[in-house]
């Protein structure tokens, strides 16, 4: 079992930045690949960014490409997702996973899930 719980969300202006956190807790982070979604009402949680457990390779999706950054601090049981030059598409719930599926961008390559945290970019 890993636990997860967001942090770092909040309102900002488009062009502005967040860093949104991930604290783990229970079984060895460092054995699971990380990776981040986000789900707005009405739609289906989509792929943001996944960084790989063994290889540490980072994936990121084509609409937060050069924008944002996944990382990982496997000694401190943390991730971390630096959001730049956000937009109001950007607007969403960001959630953190945990897994070892193959595929880092599907939802069912992940077990584990955080409560979420609101971002929230203002025109």
């Known amino acids: 079992q890993v636990q997860l719980v967001e942090s770092g969300g909040g309102v900002v202006q488009a062009g502005g930045s967040l860093r949104l956190s991930c604290a783990a807790s229970g079984q060895t982070f460092g054995s699971y690949h990380m990776g981040w979604f986000r789900q707005v009402p009405g739609k289906e949680r989509e792929f943001v960014a996944a960084?790989?457990?063994?290889?540490?390779?980072?994936y990121y999706a084509d609409s937060v490409k050069g924008r944002f950054t996944i990382s990982r601090d496997n000694a401190k049981n943390t991730g971390n997702l630096q959001a730049n030059s956000l937009k109001p598409e950007d607007t969403a719930v960001y959630y953190c996973?945990?897994?070892?599926?193959?595929?880092?961008?599907?939802?069912?390559?992940?077990?584990?899930w955080g409560q979420g945290t609101q971002v929230t970019v203002s025109s």
């Open positions: 996973a945990a897994g070892r599926g193959v595929y880092l961008s599907r939802t069912s390559s992940y077990a584990y």
């Open positions: 960084i790989n457990r063994i290889t540490g390779s980072t």
